[in-house]
């Protein structure tokens, strides 16, 4: 894991991480146990890819938690998962304190049980002021809706006299989204072999490396994260370009 480490040129780590964290079900039934303790396990991952990102200079790492899709999951096993939520968000704090992690979310927080949305304001007040890496919960997230409602925003605008649509820039479109504020991810990784989105951050990756992995996210570690870096940084990004217009 150390040689993978030193293999990470530093100059070019990716400034924003978003991880899709799947295969927490499937990890559990391969080993004859309940669903939840697969979630319950998957705390254990984003403990140390927390951690490991903070070590190497990563500023922000977004983490796909929950969707507004999962609440179509059995009731028991989203009752469950809201529940961890909020024992890890009370049991972490500490530690994001001590590592010097803030906590951000995004997505529609407000339609999140009583004691989850209190929990998760709670935390993130008392982590405001850490300054290392912002950890970003998507939440209740869907990246349609998250552009719905920019889109609406920026009608009331219009239909107010305050914006004109030929004014609608793609700065001023980014500034309703739940992302203002923070910049576009680098590299997009997602776990379990799944190869797709999944209505994650749809506005945002139009120009991030994506990296799929097999691997199940109880079982995505550091050394995991330190692969996908290396991938990452392997390729050429040319945003339209040629390799010869490049710096």
Avoid at 166 to 183: D, K, R
Wanted: proline fraction near 5%; charge should be positive.
């Amino acid at each position: 894991m150390s040689d993978l480490k030193s293999q990470i040129n530093p100059g070019k780590v990716p400034k924003h991480i978003a991880i899709i964290m799947d295969g927490n079900g499937r990890w559990a039934k391969q080993k004859g146990m309940p669903r939840v303790l697969g979630h319950r396990s998957g705390v254990k991952s984003v403990r140390e890819v927390t951690e490991a990102a903070a070590q190497i200079g990563v500023k922000y790492l977004t983490l796909y938690a929950f969707s507004t899709e999962n609440w179509n999951r059995p009731p028991a096993e989203v009752t469950a998962l809201m529940s961890l939520l909020v024992e890890t968000i009370k049991g972490e704090i500490r530690d994001l304190n001590k590592n010097g992690v803030r906590l951000m979310a995004i997505g529609d927080i407000e339609a999140l049980p009583p004691s989850t949305l209190k929990t998760l304001r709670e935390g993130i007040e008392k982590t405001k002021d850490n300054d290392r890496v912002t950890l970003v919960l998507a939440l209740n997230y869907s990246a349609k809706w998250e552009i719905l409602c920019a889109t609406r925003r920026l009608a009331e605008q219009v239909k107010m006299g305050a914006l004109q649509p030929f004014e609608i820039s793609e700065a001023i479109f980014e500034h309703e989204l739940s992302t203002h504020g923070i910049p576009d991810p680098e590299l997009l990784i997602r776990t379990s072999g799944e190869a797709r989105l999944s209505n994650f951050l749809l506005w945002q990756v139009a120009y991030t490396e994506l990296y799929f992995t097999p691997v199940f996210w109880p079982d995505f570690d550091r050394k995991e994260l330190f692969k996908a870096i290396l991938s990452y940084q392997n390729r050429e990004r040319r945003f339209g370009m040629i390799s010869e217009q490049l710096p």
